[in-house]
């Protein structure tokens, strides 16, 4: 298993090998750096051919045997006392070391005592926290000077492996979301008087128990400036959508929204469902210029061998706004990127047919409604006036989502900023078995994993096709 990850380009993602270089890899415990020149064309170098010290933008990879979850695995001892690694017998390791210069192919161990599942850079992209089968979680440093990742600390954080672990955003305190086969949903809180290495350095604050008894497949946070909000799905389809009691206390959740986006598949059944907010602070201008409200949330989740985009309108009720359709098999991944000032937004899929497809979501041009002679008042304050005042004060988006059954709008229902967006398929990328899909931060850049083990990265040429810039093979 090869899996890509950096926090400047966004890239967390694996992608399955041949059994012999799975071998390999495992028996080296390595990862591998890769450079990319900052000049066109890209090159990629292997260990004898480090590159120079003014090529300086690196994608870090992490090599690891079996399975095709995200990741980036470094590696590191246990919290208990125990020796990391694989039953090696080698010390544990308590650092990342980089080769000459920081540049060019390094190698070191993450130390888990089993596969490694899941990795997630902060905010900042200076933490790192990795997730592994061997039921731990283990959180990094990085110190800007000089380029070494460290460990901080690392604690058994289900009973059972640990299937994706993601960074909340650093305005309230530095706090992570994991999800187990255990059937569990946890977020941890890091007490900064606790002593690095202590194994007691994040505390366990939130746990929710999976409403289906299947464990969950997928979760990732958005936030609104100090509001934050978490979506999380199991293997059978079943969505929830979660919002702090106190948004300056990440302790106590309510679900917003839940209910099954498909009927319930078989247990022999693959099944992909993935989530990818969308971050940014304001939707799309043409979207708000048609009614949708600013402070709307914006969700895209592959369900089968479709995705759906889910928004709330002006009463704060969920509603699908498109469809994203075109694949010949399971959607295994989706990304959403940034950038609404464009006009339009971009997402694009992972596919089990082999393709990557890159969707463009339009608003349709229609005139506004007018508003009705004679009312004064737009509709939504005469609702506020008529509505009994709330014992317990929620966030704008909390109160109308609280609302209504399951938070879900009728989609035979007519409401103000509800409206249907128009998706185009603008792109089909050519990938053996692509796996995991993600765009860099200014998404001017497309990088993908799939079952070869190579990091394909795609960038958009003046004519508007995308077109492959580079491509990562780290076992080459």
């Not at 270089?21 to 090159?43: H, I, K, M, N, Y």
């Not at 590159?51 to 870090?60: A, I, K, V």
């Not at 995200?70 to 690694?85: A, E, F, R």
């Not at 709008?409 to 128009?422: I, K, W």
Request: hydrophobic share 35%.
């Amino acid at each position: 298993m090869i899996c890509v990850g950096d926090a400047r380009l966004g890239v967390q993602r694996c992608a399955k090998v041949s059994a012999t270089a799975a071998a390999e890899a495992a028996a080296q415990q390595g990862v591998w750096t890769v450079d990319l020149a900052g000049a066109s064309p890209w090159r990629v170098t292997g260990p004898s051919d480090p590159l120079t010290s003014t090529e300086s933008t690196s994608l870090e990879s992490t090599v690891r045997d079996t399975d095709i979850r995200s990741g980036n695995s470094p590696d590191l001892g246990d919290s208990d006392g125990g020796g990391g690694g694989s039953g090696t017998g080698k010390p544990p390791h308590h650092e990342m070391t980089t080769s000459r210069n920081g540049q060019g192919f390094h190698r070191y161990s993450h130390g888990h005592r089993d596969l490694v599942s899941a990795q997630s850079f902060n905010f900042y992209g200076t933490r790192m926290a990795t997730a592994s089968a061997d039921h731990r979680v283990k959180v990094w440093d990085r110190n800007v000077n000089t380029g070494q990742w460290t460990v901080t600390d690392v604690w058994t954080a289900h009973d059972a492996e640990v299937t994706d672990v993601r960074w909340n955003g650093p305005f309230v305190g530095e706090h992570l979301g994991t999800i187990g086969e255990d059937g569990l949903l946890r977020i941890w809180q890091e007490d900064a008087n606790e002593a690095a290495n202590s194994g007691r350095r994040f505390k366990k604050i939130f746990e929710q128990v999976s409403a289906t008894g299947v464990p969950y497949m997928c979760l990732e946070f958005k936030n609104i400036g100090t509001e934050s909000y978490l979506a999380v799905i199991t293997r059978d389809g079943y969505l929830s959508v979660c919002e702090p009691e106190d948004h300056d206390r990440l302790s106590a959740w309510r679900i917003l929204w839940s209910d099954y986006l498909c009927k319930t598949p078989p247990r022999t059944e693959e099944t992909g469902f993935r989530l990818s907010w969308h971050k940014e602070r304001l939707p799309a201008p043409s979207a708000v210029l048609a009614g949708l409200d600013r402070k709307s949330l914006s969700l895209a989740v592959a369900v089968g061998d479709s995705v759906k985009v889910f928004r709330t309108d002006k009463d704060r009720k969920f509603y699908v706004a498109a469809t994203l359709e075109g694949a010949k098999g399971l959607v295994r991944d989706v990304s959403w990127a940034n950038g609404s000032m464009r006009g339009f937004d971009l997402i694009a899929t992972a596919d089990k047919d082999g393709y990557l497809r890159v969707y463009e979501i339009h608003t349709p041009t229609f005139p506004a409604r007018p508003t009705p002679t004679g009312s004064p008042k737009p509709e939504k304050d005469l609702r506020a006036m008529q509505s009994p005042p709330s014992r317990v004060a929620r966030s704008g988006i909390g109160a109308g989502l609280a609302g209504g059954a399951r938070g879900r709008r009728d989609e035979n229902a007519d409401s103000p900023g509800a409206f249907r967006q128009e998706s185009r398929l603008v792109a089909e990328l050519a990938m053996n078995a692509p796996w995991r899909v993600q765009w860099s931060p200014t998404a001017d850049l497309l990088t993908a994993t799939g079952d070869d083990g190579a990091l394909r990265i795609w960038k958009k040429a003046v004519d508007g096709r995308w077109l492959e810039a580079a491509e990562v093979d780290p076992m080459a």
